[in-house]
């Protein structure tokens, strides 16, 4: 099985390293994997962005990925999503990966704090910063009021994720927070009657918009 694993992981490579330069990166990622026993996570990682190699092939930024900076990129962000136990968080540094090939002008700084901070924080962190830049119809028709048009995020994501509890959702805000993806300030901009998408979008800073586009699926 370990045999069958190896060779399906030089497969990807020889695919992956078809587009991308990095077969020094993706050796020293299956090196430390092959110690730690997370091939498999490996595997996902080269054969998700295998799978989407035809999607951008044409819009790909030459200049970036023949750069050293890429080859740290796609070391980092392999690394992390082999060590990461939530699939959706491994798929958000694919996305890192993959979106920042196409970017025109890439700041490799600001990836890398985008892979940094998704190492960082929870699923529950990823589902309320995605709320805030992109809310739902259903959340959009949630209106402000007295009680909640001046309160801290708590309360009115209450209203919209019953079921998490004060102290799951504090836990969020608070990663969110400390990864500057969101400010949890007391917002007075809206009015009664408007929608909470006005309160809750402006409480996302803007490495957190930035944040949430890079972890997304390409179009």
Known sequence: MEREQKAIIEGLVTTVAGLFPVTAAITNIYNIVQATKKEARLEEFLSGIAERINTIEGRVNIDF????????????????????????????????????AITKDPNIELLESYANALSVINETSMILISTLHSPSNEVLEIKLDERNIDADLETPLGLIFPEWGYEKTQEAIHLLTTQRLILNNRRSEGHPGDSWAVLGKSCVTDKGLGFVDYIRNLD
């Open 65 to 100: 990925i023949k750069h050293e900076d890429f080859e740290d990129l796609f070391e980092l962000t392999g690394r992390l999503a082999t060590q990461e136990r939530v699939k959706s968080k491994r798929d958000g540094f694919r996305n890192i990966l993959l979106n920042g």
